[in-house]
């Protein structure tokens, strides 16, 4: 059974700081293409960033910058360092594991507000 825990999340001013991780089990992690995606009240689901298991990355242009994306394949977890909040940061957060298959974790609420 695969399984992807996020946690991390939680209320933060802007210009604050939160570290989301997402711990896997169920799979072979280090084969996996890991990402942060979100989804805002109304707004469809966005790519965040994303990492290759060799330590590629790629983010969206609206967290360049602020946000850093890392994974740890012996630990079988990915985290997402966001700095700078903004509060159009403020969504829930999910982990995404990606090969021929796709999993979803549960989602984290990421709300930046003073």
């Known amino acids: 059974q695969v399984r992807l825990v996020e946690s991390g999340g939680g209320l933060v001013q802007p210009g604050g700081s939160l570290r989301l991780s997402c711990a896997a089990s169920g799979i072979i992690f280090s084969d996996y293409v890991m990402g942060w995606y979100r989804q805002a009240p109304g707004k469809q689901r966005e790519l965040v960033a994303w990492?290759?298991?060799?330590?590629?990355?790629n983010y969206a242009d609206s967290v360049k910058g602020r946000f850093t994306i890392s994974r740890d394949n012996a630990k079988n977890t990915v985290y997402l360092q966001m700095n700078s909040l903004k509060p159009e940061d403020t969504a829930v957060y999910f982990c995404?594991?990606?090969?021929?298959?796709?999993?979803w974790g549960q989602g984290t609420q990421v709300t930046v507000s003073s």
């Open positions: 990492i290759f298991s060799g330590g590629r990355t």
């Open positions: 995404n594991a990606q090969m021929t298959s796709s999993y």
